[in-house]
């Protein structure tokens, strides 16, 4: 059993934290024997203030801002929920939108907390681990060139219809042309400038797009765009080990 | 009082001239009544920054059909470039024929988003555009000629003569590359010819192009494209040699697995797994020797 606790350390200067205090133990059964894919069940408890609060829970190599693998039920009054997770290895990331939402960007105002890495191994059935959710007070995005030096990746920027830089996209990175599973990078939200940077892995042939919105193909209204030179197929985009491949611009249309 | 509920004030005040409270899902039931005025408003409503209300509007036109068509012809002379973008996107996914004349005048206003009128004019399929799409091949904004393109692939292989002549001016290099993109993307072999020459900047797009067409009278070509200087020209032949599953480009490919480049030599690899259908390795960026992953899922 893996036991989750989130406690409340109150309001420190000029920013409201919250910190979760995740505990969980780590127990391992003593006879030795093996159940493979049995899963944990995640208990815990969270403060007050994030009743209503949601745990996001990502496979290792997950992108964070994509869908997660498993949601936790909203937090309780008392602060508790339950998950049940199979071992492996997770980041944890713990959101409460002022909206209710369980999915979409985190705004302005909502509370975030860094992801955490943990695993759960066979037979293990408790975690102690604390996350620390501020709450988002800025859009504001910063790339210092120094990101950008020695660094394998794609930059450009996201503009409109009107040429005008689009704030708040997210530019999404596939390492397949159908461009339909998830992607394998995803970028920061688009400053007031409309750059983005994305840094990969490795050199080699991507697909790219740009939306403001996550989740399932684009819907009617959504901000949408993808990197092409005009051909029915996406064009790839090829990046240099340590090199960035720049000026990748990307135009957003509404879809109707 | 939040942004949203503020925008919201303002197109209903906009919308009722400050005399009436009426508000979208009224427009809405008055316009599928064929209340003209209340038709009309949908339309100014298209321009919205209150995005909910624009999508509503959107769906009440389009869900309309055919009854809405004349107001949506009105907006496409609004001089809201949001309302003219929204009205050419639903006459042509309405397949609206009686909008092409207007669709068509609109691919000259650079101030009216004409992107989205050559993307209705390829939905609807109009023939009599064609002219005019492939003088847009020519236009110095590019989402312009990017939508041109799709149209005209879109509207079929009828549509490849006269983009062909684009395809020797050599000079004009950008809708040189435009006309390369129609072609290879129909798969018109009388392109074939007027590809193999092609010098310059657009020497990778004719390569892709003549690797789309796939024709066996481009392998002389592409064969010469795979030591080229410029790597992207290498990496666009590597890809196409693939693409037109000719055994004879075996060794060229199988040398390509020592170029400089690692991209090239990714795709070289990719190619000859197509070619002699074994798996194929190459050199990475580290050394190792790996399987190219597969682009297709």
């Known amino acids: 059993m893996i036991r989750w606790t989130f406690k409340d350390p109150g309001v420190r200067a000029g920013t409201r934290v919250l910190i979760f205090a995740i505990a969980a133990a780590l127990l391992v059964p003593g006879c030795g024997s093996h159940q493979p894919s049995r899963p944990a069940t995640v208990t815990g408890t969270v403060t007050v203030s994030l009743a209503d609060a949601l745990v996001y829970i990502y496979q290792e190599g997950d992108d964070i801002f994509g869908p997660a693998r498993v949601i936790s039920e909203p937090t309780a009054t008392d602060g508790s929920f339950s998950l049940s997770l199979k071992p492996g290895k997770y980041l944890a990331v713990a959101r409460k939108r002022v909206s209710g939402e369980s999915a979409g960007p985190v705004l302005i105002g909502d509370y975030r907390s860094e992801p955490v890495a943990f695993e759960v191994s066979q037979g293990q059935e408790k975690v102690v681990l604390s996350m620390t959710a501020v709450i988002k007070v800025s859009n504001e995005k910063a790339f210092p060139a120094s990101a950008q030096e020695n660094a394998t990746g794609i930059a450009g920027r996201v503009s409109d219809a009107d040429g005008n830089p689009v704030e708040g996209t997210r530019v999404h990175v596939y390492d397949h042309i159908q461009m339909s599973e998830r992607p394998k990078y995803v970028s920061e939200r688009t400053g007031a400038d409309g750059k983005y940077f994305v840094p990969v892995k490795r050199g080699g042939t991507y697909y790219l797009s740009a939306r403001d919105r996550f989740g399932g193909p684009p819907q009617i209204g959504d901000l949408f765009g993808r990197y092409d030179e005009g051909t029915v197929d996406p064009s790839g985009v090829v990046v240099r080990k340590g090199e960035v491949t720049g000026d990748v611009d990307i135009t957003v249309h509404k879809v109707w | ?297």
């Open chain 2, 1 to 297: 009082m939040d942004l949203g509920l503020i925008s919201t004030v303002l197109i209903l005040l906009m919308l009722s001239g400050c005399s009436s409270n009426e508000d979208i899902s009224t427009l809405i039931e008055k316009a599928h009544k064929g209340d003209d005025r209340a038709g009309r408003k949908l339309v100014v409503v298209l321009g919205s920054a209150d995005r909910e209300a624009a999508l509503a509007a959107y769906r009440a036109l389009i869900e309309i059909g055919a009854g809405s068509q004349p107001w949506l012809m009105t907006g496409l002379k609004s001089g809201n470039a949001a309302v003219v973008e929204a009205c050419s996107a639903a006459l042509g996914s309405m397949g609206s024929k009686a909008s092409v004349p207007a669709l068509i005048e609109l691919l000259d206003h650079a101030d009216k988003r004409p992107y989205a009128a050559a993307q209705a004019l390829g939905e609807i399929g109009a023939m009599e555009a064609v002219p005019h799409l492939v003088r847009a091949l020519s236009s110095r904004d590019m989402e312009l000629r990017k939508a041109a393109v799709r149209a005209l692939v879109k509207m079929g292989p009828e549509t490849a003569g006269p983009v062909l002549p684009l395809l020797s001016r050599g000079e004009d290099e950008v809708s040189q590359r435009a006309g390369i993109r129609v072609i290879g993307e129909l798969g018109t072999r009388a392109g074939v010819e007027l590809l193999i020459p092609v010098t310059g900047a657009n020497r990778d797009a004719a390569a892709w192009a003549l690797g789309r067409i796939g024709d066996r009278r481009g392998l002389n070509a592409l064969l010469g494209a795979l030591s080229d200087e410029r790597w992207p020209v290498r990496r666009q032949a590597a890809q196409a040699l693939g693409s037109l599953e000719d055994p004879e480009a075996v060794p060229a490919l199988t040398a390509a697995l020592d170029d400089p480049e690692t991209v090239v030599r990714e795709w070289a690899a990719r190619s000859l797994e197509v070619l002699t259908g074994q798996p194929v390795l190459y050199v990475d960026d580290g050394g190792n020797q790996v399987s190219p992953y597969n682009l297709y899922r």
